[in-house]
């Protein structure tokens, strides 16, 4: 498996408190991901990075944020988390050989409550 | 916008039944197309992909699938499924972006 990990992997918090996701690889690629999976929806991309600082929105960028400081480390934040933001979150990372893109490995994921 | 289509939402067979599960996409130029798989509990896998070259792509644990260019799909076979498949398979879809885009995903429960 590729080395990614998600912190923390459970967690359950009120709404209108901030929450703040890590996701953390030792690939050295340059894509990173985040998605959530809902029943009926599959994965949606909520945000992407395409190297460090460089970020850009998915389908479902409302009330998150994201920031990439170091090549290893991306982290989600919900800014005052709702509960229709209650799912399951995974990080995927890919990479580039040449010009062609590889495939995404994704991380174990957090299951997120908000009650 | 890109989409990518499961029209089997849950599929429910016996051991050694053969297995197919539709995918279609939206985008008309050129395509990389993947299939995942989500055990119980677990994190997505990769079944399968396809970049060019041979349309009829080999995957790990006897899966294949074929790309139809002229019908836009990637459908997912397995001749004999087995109870250990039991799982949730997305199809997912890179266009010319640097993004993938999920189908919905097909629960396939396999009955001994």
């Known amino acids: 498996d590729a080395g990614i990990t998600q912190s923390p992997r459970h967690k359950v918090t009120e709404t209108g408190t901030p929450v703040t996701l890590r996701c953390h690889q030792t690939?050295?690629?340059?894509?990173m991901y985040w998605y959530r999976q809902d029943p009926g929806h599959g994965l949606r991309l909520i945000h992407y990075?395409?190297?460090?600082?460089?970020?850009d929105k998915g389908e479902v960028s409302d009330g998150y944020s994201v920031s990439r400081s170091k090549t290893e480390d991306f982290l989600l934040t919900l800014e005052s988390a709702t509960s229709s933001q209650t799912s399951v979150y995974f990080c995927?990372?890919?990479?580039?050989?040449?010009?062609?893109?590889?495939?995404?490995?994704f991380g174990p994921g957090t299951r997120l409550t908000v009650l | 916008a890109q989409s990518v289509s499961q029209h089997n939402h849950h599929v429910i067979l016996s051991e050694a039944a053969s297995l197919e599960l539709g995918c279609n996409y939206s985008?008309?130029?050129?395509?990389?197309l993947f299939w995942y798989v989500q055990y119980p509990g677990q994190h997505l896998q990769l079944l399968l992909k396809?970049?060019?070259?041979?349309?009829l792509v080999k995957g790990i644990k006897g899966f294949e699938a074929e790309f139809i260019k002229s019908k836009f799909s990637f459908n997912l076979r397995k001749p004999s499924v087995q109870w250990s498949d039991t799982a949730e398979y997305f199809c997912?879809?890179?266009?010319?972006?640097?993004?993938?885009?999920f189908g919905t995903g097909t629960r396939l429960q396999v009955f001994p």
């Open positions: 990075s395409y190297g460090v600082k460089d970020t």
């Open positions: 997912a879809v890179k266009d010319g972006t640097d993004k993938l885009i």
């Open positions: 396809y970049f060019s070259g041979d349309p």
């Open positions: 995927a990372i890919s990479s580039l050989a040449g010009l062609t893109y590889n495939e995404q490995f």
């Open positions: 690939e050295n690629h340059r894509y």
């Open positions: 985008y008309g130029g050129t395509v990389n």
